[in-house]
């Protein structure tokens, strides 16, 4: 029988699971499987499972839950193992690692940060603070001649590029001193920067005064993105 998995904790760990249910219609109930001092919170693994709304959320609660009473490894909504002993095999196995990282995530959360730039304004800068772009710029008006525009277009993506990369440095350096560990991302659509940062407890309130920091500091220009806090899942590995 296959077995949907929530995460991993030390066998210690409380996992009062009462009044919760897992996923699935109707709710599957949750139990634990133990082994080498571990525990994994797991239930039956409906089939044709799809991330519904309601079995996000269910899988989402019980990670709370267990967030709230000691560490947790996280496991991401899907997670399916064949049946009872594939799962206690996998902590046998991995014991020391997922030990190791229990350790490692215990009292923090894992914020999310990503931030983007208006390109437009990108571009009215780059026209203010380079002479030889509001030089293209004017012939581009003036000639048909494609050339100036091709090396305008140049000028300006690099110039965008080069912006994004210090402003995508200046956010995971400052960022990075108020976390335990960071996980660098590829960012996605027009972010120049994504960040995952594993940050303790008693940190995430200054962690998010510096991001709301940076974000006045580079002005309306920016949308800067504070997900958290979150299950560590950047973290488990």
Request: with cysteine; hydrophobic share 40%.
């Given at each position: 029988?296959?077995?949907?998995?929530?995460?991993?904790?030390?066998?210690?760990?409380?996992?009062?699971?009462?009044?919760?249910?897992?996923?699935?219609?109707?709710?599957?109930?949750?139990?634990?499987?133990?082994?080498?001092?571990?525990?994994?919170?797991?239930?039956?693994?409906?089939?044709?499972?799809?991330?519904?709304?309601?079995?996000?959320?269910?899988?989402?609660?019980?990670?709370?839950?267990?967030?709230?009473?000691?560490?947790?490894?996280?496991?991401?909504?899907?997670?399916?193992?064949?049946?009872?002993?594939?799962?206690?095999?996998?902590?046998?196995?991995?014991?020391?690692?997922?030990?190791?990282?229990?350790?490692?995530?215990?009292?923090?959360?894992?914020?999310?940060?990503?931030?983007?730039?208006?390109?437009?304004?990108?571009?009215?800068?780059?026209?203010?603070?380079?002479?030889?772009?509001?030089?293209?710029?004017?012939?581009?008006?003036?000639?048909?001649?494609?050339?100036?525009r091709i090396r305008l277009g140049e000028l300006v993506a690099d110039g965008i590029q080069q912006r994004n990369?210090?402003?995508?440095?200046?956010?995971?350096?400052?960022?990075?001193?108020?976390?335990?560990?960071?996980?660098?991302?590829?960012?996605?659509?027009n972010d120049f920067v994504s960040g995952s940062f594993?940050?303790?407890?008693?940190?995430?309130?200054?962690?998010?005064?510096?991001?709301?920091?940076?974000?006045?500091?580079?002005?309306?220009?920016?949308?800067?993105?504070?997900?958290?806090?979150?299950?560590?899942?950047?973290?488990?590995?």
């Open positions: 029988m296959s077995v949907y998995v929530y995460a991993i904790t030390a066998d210690s760990h409380p996992a009062r699971l009462r009044k919760l249910t897992g996923v699935g219609s109707p709710p599957e109930e949750l139990r634990t499987l133990t082994g080498s001092g571990l525990k994994a919170v797991v239930s039956h693994a409906p089939e044709g499972l799809r991330a519904r709304r309601r079995d996000l959320a269910a899988h989402q609660e019980v990670l709370e839950r267990l967030m709230s009473e000691g560490p947790v490894l996280p496991l991401r909504f899907g997670a399916v193992a064949a049946d009872d002993q594939e799962v206690i095999g996998v902590l046998d196995q991995q014991v020391d690692a997922y030990r190791e990282r229990l350790s490692a995530l215990d009292g923090c959360a894992e914020y999310l940060v990503k931030a983007s730039f208006d390109e437009d304004a990108l571009l009215r800068q780059i026209l203010r603070d380079s002479a030889e772009a509001r030089r293209l710029n004017e012939e581009t008006r003036r000639s048909p001649d494609p050339a100036p990369r210090a402003a995508a440095a200046e956010l995971l350096d400052e960022l990075s001193a108020l976390a335990r560990e960071t996980r660098e991302n590829e960012p996605a659509g594993l940050v303790e407890a008693g940190r995430q309130d200054g962690f998010r005064a510096a991001a709301a920091e940076l974000a006045g500091r580079w002005g309306e220009d920016c949308t800067l993105r504070v997900h958290g806090p979150l299950p560590p899942y950047s973290f488990v590995q």
